[in-house]
């Protein structure tokens, strides 16, 4: 059962010889009991140490993932720390 849900997106840039399209992808972080899940990648809850988020104005942000494996970075338009404070309520 999902606890928390968090938007995010990723933009593709497609370039050819005349022009640039941007497409922009709005994607979910699934938090679950054990796991957060993203569009292609899976992390067991005890495998992060942390969750943070940067401010970057105008309604924009990013959320950090701080993994075993490394730090994720995902850029959000919404507001993350309800998103946030589940996950550290999870944390071990």
Known sequence: MIIATQPYYKVERIVAADSIETIIHQRSLCLYSDRIETAYREFQLAEIFDISFRDLGQGQGVLYLHT?????????????????????????
């Not at 075993?68 to 071990?92: C, N, S």
């Open 68 to 92: 075993k494996q490394g730090v994720y970075a995902y850029p959000v338009e919404t507001a993350a720390e309800p998103f946030i404070t589940e996950v550290k309520r999870l944390l071990p």
